[in-house]
């Protein structure tokens, strides 16, 4: 499939090092919003919306795992960005750890949080077909309830709202088709070919994709550090913003290449 031309924004000096962040299945680019100031001081910082999300295009399924790398490659072609920091959050983290075990060149350091290498497929089948049968609107609190503990959830209704609708407003296919690519994800043979120093996030209440999930990316990527944040969910960024923003920066800023 032809790489689509993502949606983006760009944050920060022209001439600093690249940042990417990618996002998670059934969030858009604002999911970001936390982390881009403190990133930007020193970093190009871009995000977007992988396709079938926020504004991008969504074209017909199915997708496959690299057609969502090939869209990143094109948007870092497309910026004039040989080489980026990545850091992806669930399925932005399945792009990010494809990416650098595909084309170790294209990552400078790599940061995933709250995803994984290995998932149960039925669920994400099921809600693929729930999704084709009556649009991602009905879906959207259940999904929602599992991206923050319910204390914070409880807390911060406005900030729920907002998910949801990121969440209803995905384009059903699109919606459907990337939760099929999660379905199918199995990076286990890739990990070994991550060169990028990685750093892995763990929300420790993560109901979605549970921490066992990112110790064995942890385990399986050659000097990999693992950061658990409790409390946190799957959303682990919005729960507790500084938290991984301050693990970005001290993660990114050890490159040296920082303004």
Not at 40 to 69: F, I, K, N, Q, W
Not at 199 to 212: C, E, K, T
Not at 232 to 255: C, I, K, M, Q, S
Request: net charge negative.
């Amino acid at each position: 499939m032809t790489a689509v031309e993502v949606d983006a924004t760009v944050d920060g000096p022209e001439d600093a090092p690249v940042v990417v962040l990618a996002n998670s299945l059934g969030a858009a680019r604002g999911m970001w919003d936390p982390q881009v100031p403190a990133l930007a001081e020193r970093y190009r910082v871009v995000t977007y919306d992988m396709r079938g999300h926020g504004t991008s295009p969504a074209p017909s399924g199915p997708y496959t795992l690299d057609d969502l790398v090939d869209d990143l490659v094109a948007l870092l072609d497309r910026l004039g960005a040989d080489r980026a920091h990545v850091a992806g959050l669930s399925l932005g983290g399945m792009v990010g750890l494809r990416l650098a075990a595909r084309e170790p060149a294209r990552v400078h350091r790599l940061a995933v949080l709250c995803t994984s290498a290995k998932t149960e497929p039925q669920g994400f089948l099921d809600r693929a077909a729930a999704v084709r049968a009556k649009g991602t609107e009905p879906i959207a609190p259940t999904v929602v309830s599992r991206w923050l503990t319910p204390p914070y959830a409880a807390e911060h209704p406005d900030l729920v709202a907002r998910l949801e609708a990121m969440v209803a407003g995905c384009d059903d296919e699109g919606y459907a088709a990337c939760a099929e690519v999660v379905a199918g994800i199995d990076l286990r043979a890739d990990l070994a070919r991550v060169a990028a120093p990685t750093l892995v996030i763990s929300g420790a209440d993560d109901l979605a994709l549970p921490p066992a999930h990112q110790q064995a990316i942890a385990d399986g990527i050659a000097g990999a550090e693992l950061l658990s944040i409790s409390p946190g969910a799957h959303l682990a960024n919005l729960e507790r913003p500084l938290a991984v923003t301050d693990a970005l920066l001290a993660h990114f800023d050890a490159a040296g290449d920082a303004r």
